[in-house]
Nanobody, 121 residues
Framework: QVQLVESGGGLVQPGGSLRLSCAAS????????MGWYRQAPGKQRELVAV???????HYADSVKGRFTISRDNAKNTVYLQMNSLKPGDTDTYYC???????????????WGQGTLVTVSS
């Protein structure tokens, strides 16, 4: 079984920064994409940023230039550096990973439990 454990959420003032971390553990053979999504109560979960195994990254337009996603493949960990935070960034942030678990080898897609980010003065 594979688990994702997130950390780094909290309360920050507008214009401030936070760094989220998400570590995968368990029966992992390989991880392809790792990403961050966010969701507000009553709204659909939306993509924030995703990074492939080779480091290619894609961002939502709303966070381009402010957020940076990175990963450490040796540690099966993905990070999200969030700068110039705005009140509109207030959400629960979820980590996601897909790849191959096992043995025996099988496709997996896993979600973290979520970490709350609150941007407020």
């Amino acid at each position: 079984q594979v688990q994702l454990v997130e950390s780094g959420g909290g309360l920050v003032q507008p214009g401030g920064s936070l760094r989220l971390s998400c570590a995968a553990s368990g029966s992992i053979f390989s991880i392809n994409d790792m990403g961050w999504y966010r969701q507000a109560p009553g709204k659909q979960r939306e993509l924030v940023a995703v990074i492939s195994f080779d480091g290619s990254a894609h961002y939502a337009d709303s966070v381009k230039g402010r957020f940076t996603i990175s990963r450490d493949n040796a540690k099966n960990t993905v990070y999200l550096q969030m700068n110039s935070l705005k009140p509109g960034d207030t959400d629960t942030y979820y980590c996601n990973a897909d790849g191959v678990g096992g043995p025996p080898p099988e496709y997996l897609e896993v979600w973290g439990q979520g970490t709350l980010v609150t941007v407020s003065s």
